[in-house]
């Protein structure tokens, strides 16, 4: 049965979570335990403690906020200081063997789930975000004629970032549509523009407007341009020399492809990239856009396909007749078809990052760098064969 405390309706905390506060009998004898939501499922959550106030008065202040209507009674697990929540909000889900945790808002709404490694997580990682606070946010769009309709809508919208992108980034049309949309966001405003490989390339798009260059020709996984046409540039080679004109325009290079693995990155950024891109590395996890399918063996994957394939192209041309989209398919530039598996232990997009993450930072300790600008200045890259290439992967049986 219920008990009534100081006039706020309470019940027994389940045993699993008593035990998590055995070690604060102070808030225990206060608060014992919470509203259970339906049958046996309980709302579990932590509150946090001001610098100012003790553990007594927080205790106090939660259960008037209670009386008061200001807080929805849930099942509480403990309350932590502020200054070292990351941690404690791990070890009150480990303590309690809680692996999900619900997160409300003071009207008692849903705002999301903390995991136990999503608590681990927090400790490495920031969310981008920008002067108010969401989620920094790019766009690209291509530079065709209504490109003026397009910038203006996205900049309605609240985009945080253009980014004009078309296949081959050093043409008149992107020199023209750089030129309109920096006169549009002002000069201090960020703009992206690619996809480039030359240094001549580099300093025309920085010459015209852009701060950001998007650096890559064919790399990409789902990418024929360089089997079709031998037309692009090995990605390395074109990050390097691109970067060492934006360098001296105060510009930045974004490395657009291939990335297979985490040592891609770090190579990117040791040519002189800021950031890098990857799709197809991503389109094997569960938060990818595709639907999810099973092979005949059982095994999950998605299935991706080239924006320059004919799959894309028909896809985002839909109003034109039967024939006009099959002219379409003869200058394909993309795969249409292929098999994304979610690979054990990266089945995430996160798990992916977490790997990134940790392969550059070992990267920048072999370096001995304390940035990532270091990095770029100190590391040494030599060439190696292909044989030297497989000798460096792990085997995972027996030989």
Not at 69 to 95: E, F, M, Q, V
Not at 148 to 155: A, F, N, Q, T
Request: glycine residues 10%.
């Amino acid at each position: 049965m219920p008990k009534t405390l100081s006039g706020v309706t309470v019940h027994t905390v389940p045993a699993d979570l008593k035990k998590a506060l055995t070690s604060d009998r102070e808030s225990l004898t206060l608060w014992e335990g919470l509203t259970p939501l339906a049958r046996n499922e309980w709302i579990c959550w932590v509150t946090f403690v001001k610098q100012e106030e003790t553990r007594k008065d927080h205790v106090r202040r939660v259960v008037s906020q209670l009386k008061e209507g200001k807080r929805r009674p849930c099942c509480w697990i403990g309350c932590i200081h502020r200054t070292d929540k990351k941690i404690s909000l791990y070890n009150a889900l480990a303590a309690s063997h809680i692996n999900i945790m619900p997160l409300v808002n003071s009207n008692g709404r849903l705002s999301g789930v903390l995991t136990k490694k999503g608590a681990l997580r927090t400790q490495f990682y920031t969310p981008a975000l920008n002067a108010k606070g969401e989620f920094y946010t790019a766009v690209a769009v291509g530079v065709g004629p209504d490109l003026e309709k397009k910038v203006l809508r996205l900049l309605e919208m609240g985009a945080d970032l253009i980014v004009l992108d078309t296949a081959h980034g050093h043409q008149k049309r992107m020199i023209d549509g750089i030129k309109l949309v920096r006169s549009m966001i002002g000069k201090d405003a960020p703009l992206c523009a690619g996809n480039i490989v030359t240094a001549q390339a580099a300093e025309d798009c920085i010459s015209a407007g852009a701060n950001i260059l998007k650096v890559g020709v064919g790399p990409g996984a789902m990418c024929s341009t360089r089997m079709m046409t031998g037309v692009g540039r090995p990605q390395f080679s074109a990050v390097l020399e691109t970067s060492r004109v934006a360098k001296e325009y105060g510009a930045e290079v974004w490395a657009d492809g291939g990335i297979k693995h985490p040592r891609d990155v770090a190579l990117a950024i040791a040519a002189g990239a800021h950031a890098t891109y990857f799709g197809s590395w991503f389109a094997g996890t569960y938060e990818s856009a595709a639907d999810l399918q099973t092979d005949e063996q059982g095994r999950l994957y998605k299935e991706n396909f080239g924006m320059a394939s004919n799959r894309a192209v028909t896809g985002r041309t839909p109003e034109l007749h039967a024939f006009e989209n099959a002219q379409k398919e003869f200058f394909q530039e993309g795969i249409s078809h292929s098999k994304m598996y979610l690979k054990p232990g990266e089945e995430s997009a996160e798990d992916i990052l977490d790997r990134v993450t940790f392969g550059l930072r070992s990267a920048c300790t072999y370096s001995g760098a304390r940035t990532l600008q270091e990095f770029s200045e100190k590391v040494i890259v030599s060439s190696q064969t292909d044989a030297g290439f497989q000798e460096g992967k792990p085997v995972y049986e027996r030989w």
